[in-house]
């Protein structure tokens, strides 16, 4: 094989089963990557820098074509189920040597990164692709080693991704021509048939998560950040709750935007950058993340760019809604480059309650944080997503990333209430969602509104006013915030029709209620009543 790049590695490919006559493009940086994307075709510099590329059909995850290898090693340590589904060692044997045939017939390109800032804590990951786009977007969102860290550089894992080789799904058992598959024994993830390129970082997470809660550390999909004092935040969320734009905060340094692990005495980020999804993103709302987006080294996923002038659109969903940016750390001012947090003060659970039912802050018992931890709820509206009706759709997604989460949601809750109850930590949910109605009546909380409630709950301002109990769910919810009209703490009172309001009520604590359910067996009474009192 040819090794091209400055920075080989001695421990080759050929110890990843690649052995092939092309070009192995080694660890190469932004301009040479952006060379080889356009000269290929694959994308087109914009106006302001960025490189913009297409992901095809895929333009979000493929969640129904993601598997676990059922092997000895961790078959008894998997949550499996609708989440995590089995392959068998002998498939994935298959798709192995399929994707080992199609990676040998091209050039490639290797990026070797690790998995984690924590230099204890974390995971050396080889990521090889024929796509010089997709080496970017991994180069950007993991952490890069030290020149002098290349040398002698030998992956704990290793991604192989064929984002155009499709698999036959009747040979495999698989439900499409697509593949995402973890095999935790032989320490390799294979990915093909889609071109998204989160399902690359995205694997990360799930191997961190699988193998951290074993160090006592606490692995979460989150953001997080710091205080001028030093004090650390967390921030868990769902996809468009605003966990990216809150924790972006002009008077806090950002640790990280998506993915942290929690140990005995830190924060830290499991990433070298953010993934910020940038469908109608506002200068004015988030000035930080819109800037990336015309900044040289930013990969811009399915973002609509004019083939004359060469400016983009971020209004325009033409080609997906869940348009993406991915850029490294450093292009966000005022963050902590790489450096972990302190043990966190405050976590913050966000929600986007489309039902306009929630309080827009409440504060939480530990044993409150680990019920609504678990129930991760957030809702979905109409015209976000494929097959929405009219009315808001709840979504739970237990420890807010339920597709990332290789073992039983209460090995993570359960770590969370110890980490919560070692460092006295005060928690808070915070709606973003709806007020005044539903989803079409009334309107989106403001974002003003937010940040003043958020800036109360860590500065302590929240710690002296008075708190009322919620009728519905029994967290308590301050009276009053400096910055915040008052009438908006009670989401009663924002709606014409208050028996709508508690008819809604009605109905969103009877969808907790059964959600939870299948958590019940897992956890111990006080976590049971610590749920809706209604």
Known sequence: MNNVGK?????????QNINSDNDIHWNFGTELLYEHTIKQGLGQMSKGGALVVETGQHTGRSANDKFMVDEPSSRDNIWWGKVNKPISEEKFDIAHKQILAYLNERNLYVQDLYGGTDPAHRISVRAISP???????????????????LEGFAPDFTILHAPELKMDPEELGINSETLITINIAKRTVLIAGTSYAGEMKKSVFSILNYLLPEKGIMPMHCSANIGKDGDSA?????????????????????IGDDEHGW?????????????????????????????????????????????????????????????????????????????????????IMLTADAFGVMPPMARLTAEQAMYHFLSGYTAKVAGTEKGLGKEPQATFSTCFGAPFMPRHPSVYG???????????????????????????????????????????ALDGTLNDVEFRQDPNFGFDVPLSCPGVDDAVLDPRGTWEDTEAYDK???????????????????????????????
Not at 7 to 15: A, C, D, F
């Open 263 to 347: 140990s005995d005495n830190t924060i830290f980020n499991f990433e070298g950058g953010c993934y910020a999804k940038v469908i109608r993103l506002s200068q004015e709302a988030e000035p930080e993340i819109y800037a990336t987006t015309s900044m040289f080294g930013t990969v811009l996923e399915n973002v609509v760019i004019d083939d004359d002038t060469r400016e983009i659109d971020l209004d325009d969903n033409s080609k997906a809604e869940n348009t993406r940016a991915a850029y490294p750390i450093t292009s966000i001012p005022n963050t902590t480059d790489g450096a972990p947090g302190a043990y966190p003060k405050n976590v």
């Open 414 to 456: 359960n770590l969370l209430r110890e980490k919560i109850a070692k460092g006295d930590v005060k928690c808070w949910l915070v709606n973003t969602g709806w007020t005044g109605g539903v989803y079409g009546v009334g309107h989106r909380m403001p974002i003003k509104y937010t940040r003043a409630l958020l800036h109360g």
């Open 504 to 534: 809604q009520a009605a109905h969103l604590v009877g969808l907790f209620k059964e959600n939870f359910v299948e958590f019940e067996e897992h956890v111990d009474d006080a976590i049971i009543s610590a749920g809706p009192i209604a």
């Open 7 to 15: 920075y080989v590695s001695k421990n080759g490919v050929e110890n």
């Open 131 to 149: 796509s010089p786009w997709h080496s970017l977007f991994i180069r950007n969102l993991l952490v890069r080693p030290d020149a002098a860290d």
């Open 234 to 254: 967390v921030f868990f969320g769902l996809s468009g709750t605003g966990k990216t734009t809150l924790s972006a905060d002009p008077e806090r340094q950002l």
